[in-house]
């Protein structure tokens, strides 16, 4: 079987090193020396400062959403992983879905806001790792003063013109399932701008405790632990080949796929991890024709994101965003992971270029 993705599993003898400090030391949990150790390596390979490990992603946008204060409406995307919208339903906030870019796929942030009146904040995603348009946050934030956080999930090493997209708005949260480029089996981390908003996010994840004993704030355990550590220590020590061959296998389906489907727009300027790989086919029907010929041969791209998150009842939406309605009708991800040989992309590429209606008046007309 052939899925969307799999974990890297990084050499068992590297693992088994950093295990063993934790055996030896019989520190488990509670910001231990594994843990340490990983911030320390993380915020150097990264280029970033106050980076806290937590116990996943979707925890780290509920704690930035506690520190910064952020309850009542708060403006997002449509076209995300459930985890961002469900955060902010969990935290007692208001979606208030703005629609996306059709070429990068991103929240297209309004130069003037209409609308919900009393919005508290933006919750954004960089979309497959794809960078939000930085000028409009900042325009969003000068102009409204108001918070602005943003899930980089898939957002692990990409930089623009240079300088890491983590140090974009006020926090920026990773997420290290494992099914990401870089995982700790479970994990997470939140990159905080703000000191004081860092030292305070380093208790909550504690039950409040701080490191003399008091009871400061009404916390949680959101802690990363010491064999999740050794993970992200022995997956991170092969960061390198993991990267050139998510890349490799980009190129490949680049070269491969016909032109027809449309790909994520990706800036020049933009240092990109190539985590995923969406393609928008011409139609819903095309899509799903395509999925069954890969089914039958125990292929499984996903259909990364459909729903769009504003037609998801339970969210409370009920605004109409077009374009993210219809890129989720057509968009899935093509399987990457390291070890996925590249005579499986061919077969991939071959079996989606083959199932896609030559005769259609789209393809004629897009062809």
Not at 88 to 93: A, D, K, T
Not at 232 to 260: C, F, H, M, N
Not at 282 to 292: G, R
Request: include cysteine.
């Amino acid at each position: 079987m052939i899925p969307v993705t799999k974990p890297h599993v990084p050499a068992k003898k590297n693992f088994d090193k950093y295990i063993n400090r934790a055996f030896e030391t019989k520190i488990l949990t509670n910001s231990g020396p594994l843990v340490q150790e990983l911030t320390s390596r993380l915020e150097s390979y990264l280029g970033v400062r106050n980076l806290l490990l937590v116990g996943n992603g979707t925890l780290g946008i509920q704690i930035a959403l506690k520190i910064l204060g952020i309850a009542g409406n708060v403006a997002t995307t449509p076209f995300s992983f459930p985890a961002t919208t469900s955060s902010l339903v969990w935290e007692g906030c208001q979606p208030v879905f703005w629609d996306i870019n059709p070429d990068d796929f991103n929240i297209l942030v309004p130069e003037q806001i209409e609308g919900p009146p009393e919005l508290k904040g933006l919750l954004a995603t960089h979309v497959f790792g794809c960078p939000v348009d930085e000028r409009r946050l900042n325009v969003f934030r000068k102009s409204y003063g108001l918070p602005v956080i943003l899930d980089a999930a898939h957002a692990f090493g990409v930089t623009s013109k240079g300088e890491s997209i983590l140090n974009l708005g006020d926090i920026s949260v990773l997420s290290f399932h494992a099914t990401k480029i870089f995982h700790t089996v479970e994990g997470g981390a939140l990159i905080i701008s703000d000191d004081d908003l860092y030292e305070r996010a380093k208790k909550i994840i504690n039950f409040g405790i701080t490191p003399e004993g008091q009871i400061e704030e009404v916390g949680i355990n959101a802690k990363m632990n010491e064999f999740e550590a050794a993970m992200g220590l022995a997956v991170l020590d092969e960061i390198k080949q993991i990267l050139t061959a998510y890349r490799e296998i980009s190129l490949q389906y680049d070269k491969r796929l016909d032109p027809i489907l449309k790909r994520q727009l990706i800036p020049k300027q933009c240092g990109y991890n190539y985590s995923y790989f969406p393609v928008c086919f011409p139609d819903e029907a095309s899509l799903l024709h395509a999925l069954k010929k890969l089914s039958e041969k125990n292929i499984f791209p996903r259909r990364y994101f459909a729903p769009s998150l504003n037609n998801v009842a339970v969210y409370g939406g009920s605004v109409e965003c077009p374009v993210s309605e219809d890129i989720s009708r057509r968009i899935a991800c093509l399987p990457i992971y390291t070890d996925l040989d590249l005579s499986s992309v061919k077969t991939i590429s071959d079996v989606i270029n083959d199932s896609i209606p030559k005769g259609s008046r789209l393809y004629k007309s897009l062809g």
